[in-house]
């Protein structure tokens, strides 16, 4: 079990620094093509544990291009703001290494 979430931790990071790079290349081009159509959005999460929803904040917001504007634990909500439109699995797609690394 332990191994198993080391794993999942491994693979978490791995994936958060590609996730970063692709959203550092992206944010670059809209704000050089002036692509950029800014709103927030509710994304609900399937983590149920706080320190798990508040990861998954941090991680949104590490990437270029989104920002975690509130956390409702409770609800399992995320209110998040993004630069351009999107499906909600792009925004959040480490949500399931973190599932496994910590719930």
């Given at each position: ?5 080391v ?7 791995i994936?958060?620094?590609?996730e970063?790079?692709?959203a550092?290349i992206?944010?670059s081009?809209?704000?050089?093509n002036g692509?950029?159509?800014p709103?927030i959005?509710d994304?609900?999460?399937i983590?149920k544990?706080?320190i798990?929803q ?8 590490l990437?270029?291009g989104?920002?975690?504007v509130?956390?409702d634990?409770?609800n399992?909500?995320?209110?998040v703001?993004v630069i351009?439109?999107r499906e ?14 910590l719930e």
């Open positions: 079990m332990f191994l198993n979430r794993y999942y931790g491994v693979l978490f990071f994936f958060l620094i590609w970063i790079i692709k550092t992206d944010a081009k809209r704000s050089i692509d950029i159509d709103y959005i994304i609900e999460t983590l544990r706080s798990s508040t990861i998954l904040a941090n991680t949104i917001t990437t270029p989104t920002l975690t509130d956390v634990s409770e399992a909500f995320l209110k703001a351009s439109p909600n699995k792009e925004i959040i797609p480490l949500e399931k290494y973190i599932k496994k690394m």
